[in-house]
């Protein structure tokens, strides 16, 4: 059973800051990347930042400069560090790997549960 445990989430005022982190468990083979999405009410869920297994990453544009990805592969984790934070960044954060679970499986994505993030004007 894989597991994406997400932490961090919470109440801020405008801006703020919030640090995400999420931790994956269970049998996997490789990870090629793990990141963040997020999905405000009425909307749909949309990429904020991934961190490729190399150290690459990618930002959606509307967090560049405010929100950095980072990560530690040996512990099989991901931060998302939120500075600046606006009230538009008010979401659920989702966790998202791209792993396979043996050497003979293709890739796929794994979820975590979400974790609400909330920015007060």
């Known amino acids: 059973q894989v597991q994406l445990v997400e932490s961090g989430g919470g109440l801020v005022q405008a801006g703020g800051s919030l640090r995400l982190s999420c931790t994956a468990s269970?049998?996997?083979?490789?990870?090629?990347?793990m990141g963040w999405y997020r999905q405000a009410p009425g909307k749909e869920r949309e990429l904020v930042a991934t961190r490729s297994s190399d150290g690459s990453t990618t930002y959606a544009d509307s967090v560049k400069g405010r929100f950095t990805i980072s990560g530690d592969n040996s512990k099989r984790t991901v931060y998302l560090q939120m500075e600046s934070l606006e009230p538009e960044d008010t979401a659920v954060y989702y966790c998202n790997a791209a792993a396979m679970r043996t050497i003979m499986s293709t890739a796929r994505d794994y979820w975590g549960q979400g974790t609400q993030v909330t920015v007060s004007s």
């Open positions: 269970g049998l996997l083979f490789r990870i090629d990347s």
